[in-house]
């Protein structure tokens, strides 16, 4: 059974940072390619980032490019989602998913295990 818990969520004001981890257990942590996907209050879940099995790839949504870093840490079994200069746009539930092949996609329907979620808002 796959596990996924996003820590690293909060509060944060326009312009400042946060880092989103997420733990993975109950497989082969290099087995799987992994993305962080967003949903905010009416909207549909969409893509923020993903990255291979060995991190050495990786790809962002438009929105978040050079300001998110997605990377990963395979003896850790985690996932990092570095975000920096934070607009009020990014506020949503940020979700981890582990997909069971070693390249990424951005469809959510590419991964069959995710995580609970962690809720970041950002002020203006």
């Known amino acids: 059974q796959v596990q996924l818990v996003e820590s690293g969520g909060g509060l944060v004001r326009a312009g400042g940072s946060l880092r989103l981890s997420c733990a993975a257990s109950g497989h082969t942590f290099s087995n799987y390619a992994m993305g962080w996907f967003r949903q905010a209050p009416g909207k549909e879940r969409e893509f923020v980032a993903a990255?291979?099995?060995?991190?050495?790839?990786?790809n962002y949504a438009d929105s978040v490019k050079g300001r998110f870093a997605i990377s990963r840490d395979n003896a850790e079994n985690t996932v990092y989602l570095q975000m920096s200069d934070l607009r009020p746009e990014d506020t949503a539930v940020y979700y981890c998913?582990?997909?069971?092949?070693?390249?990424?996609?951005?469809?959510?329907?590419?991964?069959?295990?995710w995580g609970q979620g962690t809720q970041v808002t950002v002020s203006s």
């Open positions: 990255v291979n099995w060995s991190g050495r790839s990786t």
């Open positions: 998913a582990a997909r069971y092949y070693r390249s990424p996609t951005a469809s959510n329907t590419g991964y069959g295990y």
